[in-house]
């Protein structure tokens, strides 16, 4: 399977890092081809140029190689952290950019907007890792998880994304060596379960 891994996190060597190299070296090991966007890395620009925001048009060469990444992937893994409850500013805007009218959802016919979008997207399924130091139940109780808002119903519910499995490690500052290495097994043993070898 063609599978695309997408992280954005600033900074090098962070347990993000670790999660989505789990995540790479899980997939590459049971047979599937691996595309993977360190975003920071990359310095991907996140800020969607006015030119870019009708449908049809085709954006940079740079933003157009991810459109049809996501385009061909039968898999996607998202790996960000928990920051103000949205994904961190660059990996908002490569969703801006690449996440386009027409390749990644449509509406229909009559529809000028204002309905809800049919998903392009040939992806069975779909995973988020976030990392958070906001333990789980002030994180529900206090801010509703607004992060499983945004990824499984505003953006890849919208797509044609119907499985979406996110798991959220935390809380991260408090969190031991030990315990941040069986945080590394389950992302393996993760993608293992809903991406097997073909």
Same mark, same amino acid.
């Given at each position: 399977?063609?599978?695309? !891994?997408?992280?954005?996190?600033?900074?090098?060597?962070?347990?993000?890092?670790?999660?989505?190299?789990?995540?790479?070296?899980?997939?590459?090991?049971?047979?599937?081809?691996?595309?993977?966007?360190?975003?920071?890395?990359?310095?991907?620009?996140?800020?969607?140029?006015?030119?870019?925001?009708?449908?049809?048009?085709?954006?940079?060469?740079?933003?157009?190689?991810?459109?049809?990444?996501?385009?061909?992937?039968?898999?996607?893994?998202?790996?960000?952290?928990?920051?103000?409850?949205?994904?961190?500013? !660059?990996?908002?805007?490569?969703?801006?950019?690449?996440?386009?009218?027409?390749?990644?959802?449509?509406? !229909?016919?009559?529809?000028?907007?204002?309905? !809800?979008?049919?998903?392009?997207?040939?992806?069975?399924?779909?995973?988020?890792?976030?990392?958070?130091?906001?333990?789980?139940?002030?994180?529900?109780?206090?801010?509703?998880?607004?992060?499983?808002?945004?990824?499984?119903?505003?953006?890849?519910?919208?797509?044609?994304?119907?499985?979406?499995?996110?798991?959220?490690?935390?809380?991260?500052?408090?969190?031991?060596?030990?315990?941040?290495?069986?945080?590394?097994?389950?992302?393996?043993?993760?993608?293992?379960?809903?991406?097997?070898?073909?």
């Amino acid at each position: 399977m063609n599978m695309l !891994v997408v992280l954005g996190h600033p900074r090098p060597g962070s347990l993000n890092h670790a999660l989505a190299q789990s995540a790479c070296d899980a997939l590459r090991a049971l047979g599937h081809d691996v595309v993977f966007h360190d975003l920071h890395a990359e310095g991907f620009d996140p800020a969607l140029p006015p030119r870019e925001f009708p449908k049809g048009v085709r954006p940079e060469e740079t933003v157009e190689r991810h459109v049809q990444e996501l385009e061909n992937a039968d898999g996607i893994v998202i790996v960000h952290p928990n920051w103000w409850g949205m994904p961190p500013a !660059v990996l908002k805007g490569w969703i801006d950019r690449v996440f386009r009218p027409g390749r990644a959802y449509e509406f !229909v016919d009559g529809d000028n907007g204002e309905g !809800v979008p049919r998903g392009l997207l040939k992806a069975r399924a779909a995973v988020v890792f976030n990392t958070t130091n906001t333990y789980p139940e002030r994180e529900q109780t206090v801010f509703g998880d607004p992060l499983e808002r945004i990824w499984k119903d505003c953006i890849f519910g919208l797509c044609g994304v119907d499985v979406v499995h996110r798991r959220c490690f935390g809380v991260v500052t408090v969190s031991s060596p030990e315990q941040r290495a069986r945080w590394l097994v389950e992302v393996g043993e993760t993608m293992r379960r809903l991406f097997p070898a073909g």
